[in-house]
C-alpha cells in the first residue's frame, strides 16, 4: 500500500472545492435517509415506537465501524482510488437495502450504509484538508461540511418526497443512482496526489489511532465535545418526525423532510465557523454556539403549538450544532497536520457515538414522556456541552495558523 505526499500550499480551485463538498453532501445523506422514514419502516415491518430508534443506532454502529477502520487508510493508500472504491460498494449496498426483505436485512443494510457512507464522506473531508493550505485549512473545511450540511438536510426532504410518492424503498434506489453518478464525476475530476512509500502497515496505522485518542488532548476534548452537541442533534431529527405523523398535524412525509431545509442557516454558518477558527477565534465561536443550541429547545418546544416556531427552534440547533462541528474539526486538524484522515476518523467516533446515544435515547423517551421530554433531553444534553466546553476551556485551546492569504 502507499500514502501521498502533500501537494504545494496553494488554495483548492473552486471547481474542486464544489465538486469535494458535493461528493460529501451525496454520501452523507445515506446516513440520514431513514430519520423522516421511521413511521412506515417500523409500520412495515412491525417495530414499535420505542424500538425503532435502533434503525438509526444501526447506522450509527456503521459510521463508528467505518471511521475505526477504513477512514484512516487515507493516510496510508491513494486517496482516490479508496475514494471511488467506497462510492461503487455504497451504491451495491443501496440496492440492497431497498429490496430487504427482513427487518434483520434491512437493519445489516443500514450499518453497511452508515459504514460506506460515512467512510466517503470523511475521507473527502480529510483528502481536502490534505490538499489546502495551513492558512486557509479551516474555510476549506467549513466549504466541505457546508455540503455536508446540504447533504444531511436535503437527505430529509429527499426521502420524504420520494417516500411519498413511491414509498420508503424507493428512496434508496434514487440514491444508488445519485452514488453511481458522483463516481462517475469523481473517476473522471478529481485530482490525485503524489504517492510516496508507505511507512507503516495497517495494523500500526490502527495503532496510532490508539495513541491519539489516548494522548492528544484537543482531540480528547473536543471530540467528547461532538459527542454531546451530535447526541442533542441526533436526538431531535430522530424524534421529530413521530409526533408530526400525529394528530393534530398527521404530515405526509414530504412536508416531514421540508423540515429539514429549514435548517440551512447552518450550512452558511459552517463556511464562517472555519475561517472564524482560522484566525484564532474557535473558543469564541463554541462558547456563542451553544448558547444558541441551549435556546433552540425553547421554540422546539413550541411544536404542539405552532410549526412556525418550530421551524426558528431548527434554525437555531442546526446552526450552534454545525458552527462547533467545523470548528472542532479545524482546531484538531491543526495539531497533526500529516495524520489528517487519522484524526478525522478518531473525532468522528465521538460524532457516530453521540448520534447513535440520541437516537435510540430519544424515540425512548417519545414512547413514554412524549414531545416534552425530547426537549428537556436535548436541553440537558445541550447544557451539559456548554458546561464540558467550559472546564476544559484551556485544555483544547490550540494556536491559530499563520494567516497568508
Not at 464544489?18 to 417495530?47: H, K, R
Not at 447544557?383 to 491559530?400: E, H, I, Q, S, Y
Request: charged share 10%.
Amino acid at each position: 500500500m502507499s500514502t501521498e505526499t502533500p501537494t504545494p500550499a496553494l488554495p483548492l480551485p473552486r471547481t474542486t472545492l464544489f465538486l469535494m463538498a458535493a461528493c460529501a453532501a451525496t454520501s452523507v445523506a445515506n446516513v440520514y435517509y431513514a430519520q423522516p422514514l421511521l413511521d412506515a419502516v417500523g409500520g412495515e415491518f412491525g417495530i414499535s415506537t420505542a424500538a425503532v430508534g435502533g434503525v438509526i443506532s444501526a447506522t450509527q454502529l456503521g459510521c463508528a465501524l467505518a471511521l475505526a477502520f477504513v477512514v484512516p487508510l487515507g493516510d496510508l493508500m491513494n486517496r482516490k482510488l479508496l475514494l471511488c472504491l467506497e462510492l461503487a460498494l455504497l451504491a451495491l449496498v443501496l440496492l440492497a437495502v431497498s429490496i430487504s426483505p427482513t427487518p434483520l436485512a434491512m437493519l445489516a443494510g443500514m450499518v453497511g450504509l452508515g459504514l460506506l457512507g460515512t467512510a466517503a464522506t470523511q475521507g473527502t473531508i480529510a483528502y481536502a484538508a490534505t490538499l489546502s493550505s495551513p492558512a486557509t485549512r479551516g474555510s476549506t473545511v467549513g466549504a466541505i461540511q457546508s455540503g455536508v450540511l446540504v447533504g444531511v438536510l436535503g437527505a430529509r426532504s429527499l426521502a420524504g418526497f420520494v417516500a411519498d410518492l413511491a414509498g420508503w424503498r424507493a428512496v434508496f434506489v434514487v440514491s444508488a443512482v445519485i452514488a453511481a453518478g458522483m463516481l462517475a464525476l469523481m473517476m473522471k475530476m478529481l485530482p490525485a496526489l503524489a504517492v510516496a512509500p508507505a511507512r507503516l502497515g495497517y495494523p500500526a496505522l490502527l495503532m496510532s489511532m490508539v495513541r491519539l485518542l489516548a494522548t492528544e488532548r484537543v482531540l480528547q476534548v473536543r471530540g467528547m465535545l461532538g459527542l454531546l452537541i451530535f447526541a442533542a442533534l441526533g436526538a431531535f431529527w430522530s424524534a421529530v418526525a413521530l409526533p408530526l405523523r400525529e394528530p393534530p398535524y398527521q404530515l405526509p412525509y414530504t412536508a416531514i423532510g421540508m423540515f429539514g431545509l429549514v435548517g440551512i442557516a447552518g450550512a452558511l454558518t459552517a463556511s464562517r465557523a472555519g475561517r472564524w477558527a482560522d484566525k484564532g477565534h474557535g473558543q469564541r465561536t463554541s462558547m456563542y454556539a451553544l448558547l444558541c443550541m441551549m435556546a433552540a429547545w425553547a421554540p422546539l418546544a413550541m411544536l404542539p403549538q405552532s410549526l412556525w416556531i418550530l421551524g426558528a427552534g431548527i434554525v437555531l440547533l442546526d446552526m450552534g450544532g454545525q458552527a462547533v462541528h467545523v470548528t472542532n474539526q479545524t482546531m484538531i486538524f491543526k495539531t497533526r497536520p500529516e495524520m489528517h484522515s487519522r484524526l478525522v476518523g478518531c473525532y468522528m467516533l465521538f460524532y457516530a457515538a453521540g448520534l447513535g446515544l440520541g437516537a435510540i435515547t430519544a424515540t425512548t423517551v417519545f414512547a413514554r414522556v412524549g414531545w416534552s421530554g425530547v426537549c428537556w433531553l436535548g436541553f440537558g444534553i445541550s447544557a451539559a456541552a456548554l458546561a464540558f466546553w467550559r472546564l476544559t476551556l484551556r485544555a483544547a485551546t490550540v494556536p491559530a495558523a499563520p494567516n497568508t492569504a
